[in-house]
């Protein structure tokens, strides 16, 4: 009966060949740490966690219960949205004194939807060396799950939390054939699904990740027009951290696909969903049966809607 050697003593060899890589002074590393599962480290991130005179990090109390997980104890400095300026340079005195300093994020990348990028921008004006050690990314964890067929996509982050400039921003987007990856938070969340059906309409395929890596995580993909009824069917749907993952503009997609899509959702508010679709053919020169099915999944996702209310 064969033996499986333990993880730690298979992982030994592999931290011993971490160990002679080389980890030069007066260099910012830029680390990435889990999103939620506290295993989500690298091996050389951690060995580079033990080398660091010193961590920046977005909240001092967070990094230091993480560090605690791994037994590494290290200075922290407070680097985050309202002090980057200020923290960039001393970062930079400190590493041009021959210091490693660590610059981590709450979870995931630094300076993705994160701060760090003034931190990274300020040393490397310096003539310092920036090192990435790669790691967790919410957006590509939830890219690798969604089955969604595009090579391409387009890193968006955070919707400005304004309904205007949210939907001005969604409104440029719509006719991007590139998968869209939106982060938003569980407060926010039904708002801006509303807005992405309004604006992309109801037949586009959406992919929510919410809680990646953690215990209770969810990845659920579904047409826009069935969106709001998933985030309704159980109050656990709209909890956590979000990932939202748009289907791309088909190819042939122009400017008259959502011209017809704007005229439509302007007649539905006055006509019944026949009518609409009829007079929306009539002036955008879109076919009729597609338009009416668009109408159909915007009124159900309209009565979904006010229910809810």
Same mark, same amino acid.
Request: no cysteine.
């Given at each position: 009966m064969s033996q499986t050697s333990p993880p730690l003593l298979t992982a030994m060899p592999v931290m011993h060949e971490v160990a002679q890589q080389t980890y030069p002074v007066s260099a910012l590393y830029v680390l990435a740490t889990p999103i939620g599962n506290v295993c989500d480290i690298t091996l050389r991130g951690l060995h580079m966690l033990s080398l660091a005179d010193a961590i920046a990090c977005e909240d001092t109390r967070n990094t230091a219960h993480l560090l605690n997980r791994y037994g590494v104890s290290k200075p922290l400095l407070a680097?985050? %949205?309202?002090? %980057?300026? #200020?923290?960039? %340079?001393?970062?930079?005195?400190?590493?041009?004194?021959? #210091?490693?300093?660590v610059l981590v994020s709450d979870a995931g990348t630094p300076a993705i939807s994160d701060p760090g990028a003034r931190i990274v921008d300020a040393v490397l004006h310096a003539g310092l060396r920036v090192i990435p050690l790669p790691g967790a990314s919410a957006g590509i964890a939830a890219l690798s799950a969604s089955g969604l067929l595009n090579d391409q996509f387009h890193f968006i982050g955070f919707l400005s939390p304004k309904a205007g400039a949210r939907d001005k921003q969604l409104e440029r987007l719509a006719t991007d054939t590139a998968t869209l990856v939106l982060y938003e938070a569980p407060h926010r969340i039904v708002d801006t699904i509303d807005a992405l059906l309004k604006v992309f309409g109801p037949l586009r395929q959406i992919v929510f990740a919410r809680e990646l890596t953690k215990l209770f995580e969810t990845i659920h993909r579904c047409p826009l027009s069935e969106a709001p009824g998933w985030l309704s069917a159980d109050a656990n749907h709209q909890r956590g951290e979000f990932v939202l993952l748009i289907e791309g503009a088909p190819q042939q997609a122009d400017n008259d696909d959502v011209e017809a899509l704007r005229v439509l959702r302007i007649l539905l508010a006055e006509l019944p969903v026949k009518q609409a679709a009829t007079l929306a053919a009539q002036l955008t020169g879109q076919k009729k049966n597609a338009l009416y099915q668009q109408a159909l999944a915007l009124r159900d996702a309209d009565d979904a809607a006010a229910e809810q209310g």
């Open positions: 680097a985050h %949205e309202h002090n %980057e300026r #200020e923290v960039a %340079e001393k970062i930079v005195a400190r590493l041009q004194a021959g #210091e490693r300093i």
